[in-house]
């Protein structure tokens, strides 16, 4: 898989006191708005998480996936890992967990476009 086409950060899964943590990066080429980027799906063991409870944290900033939509001023650059916070997702470390993430792009300078990326992998927690 391509760099551009990875969404699932090389932190993978991990446990934290508020619940899950993912790992995530910008599947594109360049830096991108937040506003620009949408959380489609997320599946834990086949589960599909509620995408209203999740917490998106970039350069010590939090928001939910909502709230993206109006963050034109912050960046998402190519080389930064964000994380998905899942609340109240319990993980016992070591445990293994099959993830499915979609994000999709909706670049500014090529207006119309959408580019969906999804991945799906086999998590250990750390």
Known sequence: MLPVERVIGDGGLSAGPDGGRLDVRLPWYRSLPLSTVRVEALEVDGAQIPLES??????????????????????????????LVIPGLSLAPGS?????????????????????????????VS
Do not use: C
Not at 65 to 74: H, K, S
């Open 54 to 83: 999740l917490r998106f944290e970039l350069d010590g900033g939090s928001w939910t996936l909502a709230e993206l939509e109006d963050q034109t001023d912050r960046f998402w650059f190519v080389l930064d890992s964000a994380r």
């Open 96 to 124: 293994a967990h099959r993830v499915a993430l979609t994000i999709s792009l909706f670049p500014p300078y090529i207006p119309g476009m959408k580019r969906a990326n999804a991945q799906s992998e086999t998590l250990l």
